[in-house]
C-alpha cells in the first residue's frame, strides 16, 4: 500500500501520545535515539511530525534541535503495515521544509541495518563511528596528579558550570545544552565533580545497568585535560562501585577519539566489538 491518499502530514498533539506509545512498543520499524529523555517528552518541540491516516497515527518522526545547532533524530517509527521508505520520505520532506529555514545540521546514531539503509538513501552520510568499552574486576588505585584534585558529589547548583565544561569540552555535535544535563543529573546513579582550587575543572555522570554501571559522560576543561583529572574521576567512579559490589563499567565515545581511548586503555577498558555509525546531514 502506498502512502499516496487519505493522509496528512501535521505536528504531533498531547491527544497523540497513546498512539505513538504503541507504535514504539508494539512496531518492528523504531528508532529512538539513546537519549535522557522519553521520545513522548520531545512532543510540542518542533519539529515532532506524525501521519495521521484517517484518524489514526501511524508514523511519527522526531527530530527538535538541541542543544539549538543540532537535531538529533530522536524518533522515527512507523506502522509495519505501511511501506517504511515511503513512510520516511515524506515525513523526511516535511522536516526538512521546517529545519531548512533554520539551517541545522541533522544527526544520527543508527542501531538498526534497516534505518541505515534508509538514511544512506536520503543522502546522510557517515561523519564517524561510536564504539563500546568495558572494564571489569577490582578498582585501580589512585594515581597521584600534578593538580590538587578533589572529587566530589555533583549537586544541583554545580549544573550551570557543568554546563559550561560540556560546551568547552566537545565539538558542537556532542554537546549536551543545561535541560539535557539536568535530565542526565536527575537520572545518574552517580555524578561527581572534579575540583582544584575551589574551581569546577571537570565531571562525570553514570546510570545503572543490571550488569553494573555506564560512564554516560566525562568532561575536563581544555585547560585542565592532560593533568589526570579524568583519569581520577573514572579511578573514583570504580572504586565507588567497587564498594557497591559493582565490577562492571561501559563507556562509549568515538572511534577517533584518541585521547580519551588512551585514558580508558590505561584504565583497564577493552573494547566490546560493538560500533555503531553516526550519519549527518546538512539542511540548507
Same mark, same amino acid.
Given at each position: 500500500?502506498?502512502?499516496?491518499?487519505?493522509? *496528512?502530514? %501535521?505536528?504531533?498533539?498531547?491527544?497523540? @501520545? #497513546?498512539?505513538?506509545?504503541?507504535?514504539?512498543? /508494539? =512496531?518492528?520499524?523504531?528508532? *529512538?535515539?539513546?537519549? &535522557? %529523555?522519553?521520545?513522548?517528552? &520531545?512532543?510540542?518541540?518542533?519539529?515532532?511530525?506524525?501521519?495521521?491516516?484517517?484518524? #489514526?497515527?501511524?508514523?511519527a518522526l522526531a527530530c527538535p534541535p538541541d542543544p539549538p545547532h543540532v537535531a538529533w533524530v530522536r524518533l522515527f517509527v512507523s506502522s509495519d503495515k505501511l511501506p517504511v521508505q515511503e513512510v520516511w520520505s515524506v515525513l523526511w520532506e516535511a522536516t526538512q521544509t521546517d529545519l531548512g529555514r533554520k539551517r541545522k545540521l541533522v544527526a544520527v546514531i543508527a542501531l538498526q541495518d534497516w534505518f541505515r539503509k534508509i538514511l544512506r538513501a536520503s543522502d546522510f552520510v557517515v561523519r564517524q563511528q561510536i564504539i563500546m568499552l568495558e572494564r571489569k574486576g577490582e578498582a585501580p588505585r589512585d594515581d597521584a596528579s600534578p593538580l590538587k584534585i578533589k572529587i566530589r558529589q555533583m549537586m544541583t547548583y554545580d549544573l550551570p558550570a557543568v554546563a559550561e565544561i560540556?560546551?568547552?569540552? /566537545?565539538?558542537?555535535? &556532542?554537546?549536551?545544552?543545561?535541560?539535557?544535563?539536568? @535530565?542526565?543529573?536527575?537520572?545518574?546513579?552517580?555524578?561527581?565533580?572534579? =575540583?582544584?582550587?575551589?574551581?569546577?575543572?571537570? /565531571?562525570?555522570i553514570s546510570t545503572q545497568n543490571p550488569l553494573g554501571a555506564h560512564l554516560a559522560r566525562l568532561a575536563v576543561r581544555p585547560e585542565a585535560q592532560g593533568y589526570g583529572v579524568g583519569r581520577a574521576l573514572v579511578t573514583d567512579l570504580l572504586q565507588t562501585l567497587a564498594q557497591r559490589g559493582a565490577s562492571r563499567l561501559t563507556v562509549n565515545t568515538q572511534e577517533d577519539n584518541e585521547s580519551s581511548l588512551a585514558l580508558y586503555k590505561k584504565l583497564g577498558f577493552i573494547k566490546t566489538g560493538d560500533r555503531y555509525p553516526v550519519y549527518e546531514f546538512q539542511v540548507r
Open positions: 500500500m502506498a502512502v499516496k491518499v487519505d493522509f *496528512r502530514v %501535521r505536528p504531533a498533539v498531547d491527544a497523540d @501520545q #497513546r498512539e505513538i506509545a504503541n507504535l514504539i512498543h /508494539f =512496531e518492528a520499524h523504531v528508532h *529512538r535515539h539513546l537519549d &535522557w %529523555r522519553n521520545p513522548l517528552d &520531545w512532543i510540542g518541540v518542533p519539529p515532532y511530525l506524525v501521519i495521521d491516516w484517517n484518524g #489514526r497515527v501511524v508514523a560540556d560546551a568547552e569540552a /566537545f565539538d558542537p555535535l &556532542w554537546q549536551y545544552s543545561l535541560s539535557a544535563l539536568k @535530565q542526565a543529573y536527575a537520572q545518574a546513579m552517580l555524578a561527581t565533580v572534579a =575540583e582544584a582550587k575551589h574551581h569546577l575543572i571537570g /565531571f562525570q
